[in-house]
């Protein structure tokens, strides 16, 4: 279809995804909020993150394969609108554990946005228009923490729960445009969930989440001696094995194991959990800047500008470059720009000028390789009927390394002499990891030979 027809549909996903992305921009600020008004500590209040990444995990799978099966159309509805509803909960909560059931809803429904609108593109439009559309959903991230942290601050200065009820407005608009504009794709009445199998990757990802947040980051190798730390693992552990078995004789598997001796699967899957780690750094920045530079917590956070700026503008710059040059030299760049600036921030970061050139460096490849790039590779790899499960794996594998990397970036700053010293060791060490994926990506098809693989095989 001509790009002008598909306008309508791409605006329609840019503010669904923009609503999911805010969410997660705007609860940094109203955590003191959360923390006064329901009179809880700092660990407790974390929850409200840690219950929507959980669920957002969990929802991954879940949302995907649903809209596989029922049609893209009806599950973004759905996800929509159950947003919507966790939105009103948190807003109208009493409690914190009210409020904790919210964020539930919210992460259960963000899970399925971005996959579903990455497949629906795969769906509409051309293999040489994907980029550039996907390029589009990617800068809504860098919007997103732009605009996120403003928004916030205006409302928490009324009161914190305007935050969530702005959600409510954008939500009804999106689900206007997406009843008009999202076609109902096509339903597979012949099949139904794997619910053994939904239960079984629930008890591999909730205890995995679990177990990596009850880290303690001054203490790792003792931690891991807690029955909170090494009994969920275990049970994560355990339970991996038994849901790749089911997956293998499922008639209709929630993902297919075949996916995964697809070499460009593989790497999409590794550069993701690299992306992830790379994310992670982002809660840290803002402390390194304060103990660099002796700045308030508040212009540490306006020091994180260039790279969201960065972000946002890279994106669809990349999505554009990709549909010319194939994802390979796109994927190259953007992690070189990656590796370059963690190495940059690490070795250098304590002077202004190298901070912010790293910084900018690190927004603008991992706008390269999340904005179009991963999702790119998978809509030309993966069968039409399980599009929206590969762009969930996209998701599922940034969420561990975030998950990862928060964890051990916090244990190296802690465990260091100097605080400063840690962080910077710290992001030295991201720096390292996405060197080596830079050599794997090396081996990713050729724009030639990714142009030619059977989209949809």
């Keep these: 279809m001509g790009h002008e027809t598909n306008r309508p549909l791409l605006v329609t996903l840019f503010f669904g995804v923009l609503m999911a992305a805010l969410d997660i921009a705007v609860l940094g600020p109203a955590i003191p909020a959360l923390r006064d008004h329901f009179g809880v500590d700092d660990r407790t209040v974390a929850w409200a993150f840690n219950t929507f990444v959980f669920f957002n995990l ?3 799978p879940i949302m995907s394969k649903a809209a596989d099966v029922f049609g893209r159309r009806t599950v973004y509805l759905v996800d929509v609108s159950l947003f919507a509803v966790g939105a009103a909960i948190v807003m109208l909560a009493p409690s914190f554990a009210v409020l904790l059931v919210g964020r539930a809803l919210q992460g259960l429904a963000a899970s399925g946005i971005f996959p579903v609108a990455a497949a629906v593109v795969g769906d509409r439009f051309a293999p040489e228009k994907r980029g550039r559309a996907l390029g589009v959903l990617g800068a809504v991230f860098g919007l997103a923490f732009i605009v996120g942290p403003i928004l916030a601050g205006i ?3 009324v009161d914190w729960r305007l935050i969530y009820a702005a959600f409510l407005p954008l939500a009804a608009v999106v689900l206007v445009l ?14 139904s969930l794997d619910k053994p199998g939904l239960v079984l ?4 990802l909730v205890p995995l989440a679990y177990g990596i947040n009850q880290v303690d980051t001054g203490d790792v190798i003792g931690s891991l001696r807690d029955p909170r730390v090494w009994s969920p693992l275990l049970l994560a552990a355990a339970t991996l094995p038994v849901f790749v078995r089911r997956q293998s004789r499922s008639t209709d598997p929630i993902i297919r194991p075949g996916l995964f001796r697809n070499r460009q699967v593989l790497l999409a899957a590794l550069l993701a959990g690299c992306a992830g780690l790379a ?6 920045l803002p402390a390194f800047s304060v103990a660099v530079f002796g700045v308030s917590s508040s212009e540490a956070s306006f020091m994180l500008l260039p790279l969201v700026v960065a972000v946002a503008v890279t994106s669809p710059i990349a999505g554009r470059i990709l549909d010319r040059t194939g994802s390979k030299a796109v994927i190259l760049a953007s992690q070189g720009l990656l590796t370059a600036g963690f190495v940059l921030v690490a070795t250098l970061g304590s002077a202004t000028s190298w901070y912010y050139v790293g910084s900018v460096g690190i927004g603008a ?5 999340l904005g179009p790039s991963l999702s790119y590779i998978l809509l030309h790899e993966a069968r039409v009927s399980e599009r929206t499960v590969s762009q969930g794996l996209i998701t599922l594998f940034i969420s561990i390394g975030q998950l990862v990397g928060g964890a051990a970036i916090g244990a190296v700053a802690a465990s260091a ?7 910077a060791a710290g992001f030295a060490a991201i720096a390292f990891a996405a060197a080596l994926v ?3 990506a090396l081996s990713l098809k050729g724009r030639q030979a990714e142009r030619s693989a059977p989209s949809g095989a």
Excluded: C, M, N, Q
């Excluded at 997406?178 to 099949?191: I, L, Q, T, Y």
């Excluded at 490849?365 to 390789?369: S, V």
């Design 155 to 157: 409302l928490l200065a």
């Design 438 to 440: 830079f050599v794997a």
């Design 279 to 284: 994310e992670s750094a982002f809660i840290f």
């Design 417 to 423: 002499a100097v605080e400063v010293d840690g962080y």
């Design 365 to 369: 490849g991992l706008a390269g390789i």
């Design 58 to 60: 969990l929802g991954v």
């Design 178 to 191: 997406a009843r008009r504009f999202v076609e109902p794709g096509e339903k597979r009445a012949d099949v």
């Design 201 to 204: 990757l629930g008890l591999v």
